[in-house]
């Protein structure tokens, strides 16, 4: 079968793009090569100095301090509570043990693809922090959003978020 590539009358034929290199190196080289090993409480405190940025209600960042407590954020109206759901909790400690982060927030919203757990975490990559804290501004937080519906559609990137007026966060995207 021949096959070829038609151009439309008035139609520019298409140009050939290169498409943006998205860069995921969890996926391409073990943890241990990538990054040096930051302590737990290093990693705390940037979650503090993150959660301050984002203006997080007080109180939840003071039970993260004083307990390391991870509290369930509502994605539709920024309200919380304290993290109860079992396998939650269980994903959460493989996530950290696996990729050796801390996770200081979840944001749970539904979506027409399940109810997506997006769990925010501060990583090992210490040179990416300042920049990390610059996306902040504009809404944009580091995360693993856990798929619950459709496990093998969690992804890891940024979500965009907004202030509730409680001080909770609403995802936007």
Request: overall charge negative; hydrophobic content about 35%.
């Amino acid at each position: 079968m021949n096959t070829s590539t038609v151009t439309l009358p008035g139609a520019t034929a298409p140009k050939k793009t290169v498409a943006p290199v998205v860069r995921n190196p969890k996926t391409l080289l073990r943890k241990e090569e990538l990054r040096m090993k930051v302590s737990r409480e290093i990693k705390k405190q940037e979650a503090l100095t993150w959660m301050t940025s984002l203006s997080i209600n007080q109180a939840v960042i003071d039970e993260f301090r004083e307990h390391d407590t991870v509290f369930l954020c509502s994605g539709t109206d920024g309200s919380f509570s304290k993290l109860e759901d079992a396998e939650l909790i269980e994903h959460i400690r493989c996530f950290e043990q696996q990729w050796d982060d801390l996770v200081y927030l979840v944001v749970r919203t539904p979506s027409v693809y399940g109810q997506l757990d997006s769990l925010l975490f501060v990583d090992n990559y210490t040179d990416e922090w300042e920049f990390a804290k610059e996306e902040l501004k504009s809404g944009y937080v580091l995360t693993y959003t856990l798929n619950r519906d459709h496990p093998n559609c969690s992804d890891m990137g940024s979500i965009i978020v907004k202030r509730s007026q409680n001080g909770g966060l609403i995802r936007l995207g």
